[in-house]
């Protein structure tokens, strides 16, 4: 089955600026997920959505990030005004209820340089 | 918030078995444990999940005591392939800094 698409896998920006990063999950997968990964760390969770509802963004920065599922397939993330901090990878992943409820598929990421 | 505990970093060599272990004391009672690999330039990869007791596949195996504070993820005759950094969750969306493991031939 394919995987989880993410574009673009590379962006470059200046900070002030805004960008959009995309995800296209697993066919069927009615949770979707956005996380930040910066350099060293952990990957962050920054939304999760169930179908085209958000499900917890409790740790989204709303006051620059975005994120939106509409039609609850492909979901686009994004960050407007872009800080230094932000740079970072932004992982998204996919999931469907079952036994393994946890077992996420995570795409390539896409990996933000804010200069 | 449930926080986990690895070990920042482990060696091995080719064809040893490799046991990280994870501590996770305030594990709730109704959450399993998971464990992801990640490889550089990739997103994380389920290997496996548990809630007690022994799980086993294809990839590993996840030892998890009666008290559920802490979990081992075995990895049997490793490669130079399974270098790769090793989460451990025991809140299903929250990575802690992950176990770096790298094979040495």
């Known amino acids: 089955e394919a995987g989880v698409a993410q574009s673009p896998r590379y962006k470059i920006i200046e900070k002030r600026q805004s960008v959009a990063f995309w995800c296209n999950p697993i066919?069927?997968?009615?949770?979707l997920y956005w996380y930040q990964q910066i350099l060293g760390q952990g990957p962050k969770l920054l939304i999760q959505f169930q179908n085209n509802g958000v499900v917890d963004d409790s740790q989204l920065p709303k006051d620059r990030f975005s994120a939106e599922r509409l039609k609850g397939v492909d979901s686009t993330l994004k960050i407007q005004p872009a800080k230094l901090e932000d740079s970072a990878v932004y992982l998204c992943a996919s999931s469907t209820p079952g036994p393994s409820v946890y077992e996420q598929y995570f795409g390539p990421g896409t990996r933000l340089t804010v200069t | 918030l449930a926080k986990t505990t690895q070990p920042i970093s482990m060696d091995s060599y080719e064809g040893q078995e490799v046991n990280i272990t994870c501590s996770h004391n305030?594990?709730?009672?109704?959450?399993?444990i998971t464990w992801y690999q990640q490889f550089p330039s990739q997103g994380p990869r389920f290997i496996i999940q548990?809630?007690?007791t022994k799980v086993t596949n294809e990839v590993a195996s996840l030892f998890i005591p009666a008290d559920r504070k802490s979990s081992t993820l075995s990895l049997p005759r490793v490669s130079l392939s399974d270098t790769a950094v090793y989460y451990c969750l025991s809140r299903q969306l929250t990575f802690g800094s992950g176990t770096q493991l790298t094979v040495l031939p």
């Open positions: 066919s069927g997968h009615a949770t």
């Open positions: 548990g809630y007690k």
């Open positions: 305030n594990i709730a009672t109704n959450d399993y």
